[in-house]
Each structure stands twice: as structure tokens, then as C-alpha cells.
Nanobody, 117 residues
Framework: VQLQASGGGLVQAGDSLKLSCAAS????????MGWFRQAPGKEREFVAS????????SYADSVKGRFTISRDNAKNTVYLQMNSLKAEDTAVYYC???????????WGQGTQVTVSS
């Protein structure tokens, strides 16, 4: 599975941004999809995930109520809608795929999100 993330950019605090991650696989709907991020000098952290059937989602406490993960299995794409962005959301955002919960076996190349305060 190859994952291609896009949609990052430079925004101001309070703005919104939507990330996309396109997957090159015929079995996209079988994968749990997730978003992670890594800020400078920090470890990569979990942001959100969504189950294959789109009904099960999970979020890090730091983004609950502001970020929404979704997927379109017909387009082999997962999205991350980010609202009310804060300076602390600045990071490289990665999408990932897993066939087994918690075992992220495929990673995208990352897209930079910079939020100016």
C-alpha cells in the first residue's frame, strides 16, 4: 500500500485546513486508517483513526472537538478536517494504514502543517 498525503500549508491560528491521503490499493476498505503527527523535537503522536466501515473513530484528547477524520472507500482516500487550529498543532502530519488495530504497517510521506499565532 502506498499512501500519499496532501493538503498541508501555512495558516493562522483559528483557521481550518483539510488533509487528504490517497491510497494505492484495491483493498482500501479493509484497512484501518489513521493520522499521526510529529512536531520538531517531539515523538510522533497519534491524532485520529477510523475503522474500515467509517463508523468507528478515535481521537487524541488534544484534537477532540476540533478535528474530524473521515474516509471515502470509493475514492481510496482518508481525510482529516482540522478546525480551530492552534500553534501547537504545527507538525508534519502522516497518514497510516493498518490491517490489525494498532499495528500501523504502511506510512505516507507526511505533509507539513504550520499554524502561526
Amino acid at each position: 500500500v502506498q499512501l500519499q498525503a496532501s493538503g498541508g500549508g501555512l495558516v493562522q491560528a483559528g483557521d481550518s485546513l483539510k488533509l487528504s491521503c490517497a491510497a494505492s490499493t484495491r483493498t482500501f476498505s479493509a484497512y484501518i486508517m489513521g493520522w499521526f503527527r510529529q512536531a520538531p523535537g517531539k515523538e510522533r503522536e497519534f491524532v485520529a483513526s477510523i475503522m474500515w466501515n467509517t463508523r468507528g473513530t478515535s481521537y487524541a484528547d488534544s484534537v477532540k472537538g476540533r478535528f474530524t477524520i473521515s474516509r471515502d472507500n470509493a475514492k481510496n482516500t482518508v481525510y482529516l478536517q482540522m478546525n480551530s487550529l492552534k500553534a501547537e498543532d504545527t507538525a508534519v502530519y502522516y497518514c497510516a494504514a493498518a490491517l490489525i488495530a494498532g499495528r500501523w504497517s504502511h506510512w505516507g510521506q507526511g505533509t507539513q502543517v504550520t499554524v502561526s499565532s
